[in-house]
């Protein structure tokens, strides 16, 4: 009888000690900060032409970004500004009619606007070619592209990036020059989160780009037919750290954005032999497959593929940790 109470205790004691047990082990949970991971997809390990690469010997000899810790995630959402009220902005308001044989260009004796299905972008420009007269006021250049976007592209939350302006000595032929000799600067306008860029998918280019003559007027507009608006998450995630971002790569987890070589001919991007990347850039990308908008390095240098062609590159890795 002894014998039996005693083993009943036990058995009690046991199922006491694993039920407290669980208990902790729930609370330690709680109380222990999990790693956030983003879900890996096709914008990580596909490139630009969509296929993927296979990374080797691939090394950083630039300088670093400016130090950043961490940076929130954050959430795509469509804009309320559609691509319909954009047409009619441009084609109806502008009395633009479709060119008969050409589909995606719509044309009147001021403007043009044409679509392009490759690049999945839309040029809108004046026929009108101007005096070429030298930039007098950048500042008022950017004010009246400002005032154009308000105008046809309401509500997107577009900013000026004008570390990227480039400048031109001719609005036929654009030839680079600086600003002091400039008839034409090319702005890109990109949205931001805590004042760095957002990028679209693997598009290496702002999402709208304007172009003002010396008459300080809009010539040409660049821009994506997709609008959206960002809404930033509370949650945090650490930066990686530009090794780490280099293993990464090394471990084919990136992605090719722009390639392109100063001989010409074509080239394969399928194994890449080595490579020396001399500039990078912390950007957000908005991965339009899983909706996750998160920070990435971009850098650039030269490549070297598995047939030794010599290629001017730019790469895309996470800046955070992916799963």
């Given at each position: 009888?002894?014998?039996?109470?005693?083993?009943?205790?036990?058995?009690?004691?046991?199922?006491?000690?694993?039920?407290?047990?669980?208990?902790?082990?729930?609370?330690?949970?709680?109380?222990?900060?999990?790693e956030t991971t983003v879900p890996q997809t096709e914008l990580v390990t596909t490139n630009?032409?969509?296929?993927?690469?296979?990374?080797?010997?691939?090394?950083?000899?630039?300088?670093?970004?400016?130090?950043?810790?961490?940076?929130?995630?954050?959430?795509?959402?469509?804009?309320?500004?559609?691509?319909?009220?954009?047409?009619?902005?441009?084609?109806?308001?502008?009395?633009?009619?479709?060119?008969?044989?050409?589909?995606?260009?719509?044309?009147?004796?001021?403007?043009?606007?044409?679509?392009?299905?490759?690049?999945?972008?839309?040029?809108?420009?004046?026929?009108?070619?101007?005096?070429?007269?030298?930039?007098?006021?950048?500042?008022?250049?950017?004010?009246?592209?400002?005032?154009?976007?308000?105008?046809?592209?309401?509500?997107?939350?577009?900013?000026?990036?004008?570390?990227?302006?480039?400048?031109?000595?001719?609005?036929?032929?654009?030839?680079?020059?600086?600003?002091?000799?400039?008839?034409?600067?090319?702005?890109?306008?990109?949205?931001?989160?805590?004042?760095?860029?957002?990028?679209?998918?693997?598009?290496?280019?702002?999402?709208?780009?304007?172009?003002?003559?010396?008459?300080?007027?809009?010539?040409?507009?660049?821009?994506?037919?997709?609008?959206?608006?960002?809404?930033?998450?509370?949650?945090?995630?650490?930066?990686?750290?530009?090794?780490?971002?280099?293993?990464?790569?090394?471990?084919?987890?990136?992605?090719?954005?722009?390639?392109?070589?100063?001989?010409?001919?074509?080239?394969?991007?399928?194994?890449?032999?080595?490579?020396?990347?001399?500039?990078?850039?912390?950007?957000?990308?908005?991965?339009?497959?899983?909706?996750?908008?998160?920070?990435?390095?971009?850098?650039?240098?030269?490549?070297?593929?598995?047939?030794?062609?010599?290629?001017?590159?730019?790469?895309?890795?996470?800046?955070?940790?992916?799963?």
């Open positions: 009888m002894n014998k039996n109470i005693w083993q009943n205790k036990w058995l009690v004691g046991v199922v006491i000690f694993s039920a407290v047990s669980l208990v902790i082990t729930a609370v330690l949970r709680l109380l222990t900060p999990q630009y032409t969509g296929d993927a690469s296979v990374f080797n010997n691939i090394r950083f000899v630039g300088s670093p970004p400016a130090a950043v810790d961490s940076l929130p995630i954050a959430i795509v959402e469509p804009s309320q500004t559609t691509m319909e009220y954009v047409r009619t902005q441009l084609i109806d308001q502008r009395g633009l009619e479709p060119v008969a044989g050409s589909e995606g260009l719509w044309r009147s004796a001021e403007f043009e606007l044409s679509y392009s299905e490759y690049f999945d972008r839309y040029d809108f420009y004046s026929l009108y070619i101007p005096e070429e007269i030298v930039i007098a006021d950048t500042n008022l250049a950017i004010d009246n592209a400002q005032e154009f976007i308000n105008e046809v592209f309401p509500n997107l939350d577009l900013v000026v990036q004008r570390e990227n302006i480039l400048y031109y000595d001719g609005l036929t032929e654009l030839d680079p020059t600086d600003r002091a000799n400039a008839v034409v600067m090319e702005a890109p306008f990109v949205y931001t989160i805590e004042n760095i860029p957002v990028y679209l998918g693997h598009d290496q280019l702002a999402p709208l780009t304007i172009m003002i003559n010396g008459q300080h007027e809009v010539q040409k507009v660049s821009f994506k037919p997709e609008f959206f608006s960002f809404v930033t998450t509370s949650q945090k995630l650490p930066l990686v750290d530009l090794a780490v971002a280099i293993d990464n790569i090394n471990n084919n987890q990136a992605s090719i954005i722009s390639a392109g070589s100063e001989q010409g001919g074509t080239f394969s991007l399928a194994e890449i032999d080595s490579g020396e990347l001399n500039e990078v850039r912390i950007e957000y990308r908005a991965d339009l497959e899983s909706g996750a908008v998160y920070p990435f390095y971009r850098f650039s240098g030269e490549l070297i593929t598995s047939g030794q062609q010599t290629i001017k590159a730019q790469i895309i890795t996470p800046a955070v940790k992916t799963r």
